[in-house]
């Protein structure tokens, strides 16, 4: 009885085993069944979207518009400005940081500001006065954008950093704070490290706070270095040109990826 019951299970057992090998190899078979095989490697392998030709084209016709309306080479404010030899201008393709940067008596004075703010700032409306072709006094409404910028000055031979923050607007520099570090190269560096010590170190009291004839001198310290006038009129221009020109290598950029 037990010999019995043992063939048996073991034949059903065999039964089962060939029904599920049968199913198990149907089942491979049709995965390998090259119409299927086809359409999974097609998925896999595929190029491209099918939005890619529509953003490529539509890319195509935004840089064709830009580099209609934009001259080549740089504009002719800019050969003017540094034709002056005042000032050095550090603009690295890619970054959204510029930098001035020149030399006064034993001093080394660093301007930087950054095209960002064209996009983070709203613009705001001020008056310019004139006259009118008759003579009377007219005003005409002018967009502005505010820029901040970081001014360090330092001394040959001498420690320390006076570091100070603006805002470039309306043609004017509008101090907000001026700090001085006993460390030339923690008022001075760019690195996280640096920018980490500063948080630590007192600012100074914000800069309307002071006496106005110590605001007045600062002023005039500043317009003494260059930092006057007509470089709050010509920063704001530049940024634009800078911010012009990186959306134009922007759009090249993402276009030539779209379509590879």
Same mark, same amino acid.
């Given at each position: 009885m037990t010999q019995r019951s043992f063939v048996s299970t073991s034949t059903s057992a065999i039964a089962r085993s060939a029904v599920f090998g049968a199913a198990r190899a149907a089942s491979v078979r *049709?995965? *390998?069944?090259?119409?299927?095989?086809?359409? @999974?490697?097609? @998925?896999?392998?595929?190029?491209e979207g099918t939005t890619d030709v529509s953003l490529a084209q539509k890319l195509s016709e935004e840089l064709a518009y830009e580099r209609e309306a934009t001259q080549s080479g740089p504009p002719q404010f800019i050969q003017e400005f540094k034709s002056q030899g005042v000032?050095?201008?550090?603009?690295?393709?890619?970054?959204?940081?510029?930098?001035f940067e020149r030399t006064f008596g034993s001093e080394n004075v660093r301007l930087m500001f950054s095209i960002a703010d064209l996009d983070s700032n709203p613009e705001t409306e001020y008056e310019v006065e004139g006259e009118s072709e008759s003579g009377e006094p007219a005003s005409d409404s002018v967009t502005s954008t505010p820029i901040r910028v970081a001014i360090s000055i330092t001394k040959r031979d001498v420690p320390g950093c006076l570091s100070i923050d603006a805002v470039c607007q309306d043609g004017a520099f509008l101090v907000e704070n001026a700090s001085f570090y006993p460390d030339a190269e923690i008022g001075t560096s760019l690195t996280a490290e640096a920018?980490?010590?500063?948080?630590?170190?007192?600012?100074?009291?914000?800069?309307?706070?002071?006496?106005?004839?110590?605001?007045?001198?600062?002023?005039?310290?500043?317009?003494?270095?260059?930092? @006057?006038?007509?470089?709050?009129?010509?920063?704001?221009?530049? *940024?634009?040109?800078?911010?012009?020109?990186?959306?134009?290598?922007?759009?090249? @950029?993402?276009?030539?990826?779209v379509e590879a």
């Open positions: *049709a995965w *390998a069944t090259p119409g299927v095989r086809q359409f @999974s490697m097609s @998925s896999a392998l595929r190029k000032w050095n201008i550090q603009d690295n393709v890619g970054a959204d940081e510029v930098i920018d980490w010590k500063r948080r630590g170190l007192y600012l100074g009291p914000t800069f309307e706070n002071l006496d106005p004839a110590v605001q007045d001198e600062f002023e005039r310290y500043l317009d003494e270095r260059g930092i @006057s006038e007509s470089l709050a009129l010509f920063i704001p221009d530049y *940024a634009e040109y800078k911010e012009q020109t990186e959306y134009i290598r922007w759009l090249e @950029s993402v276009k030539k990826f």
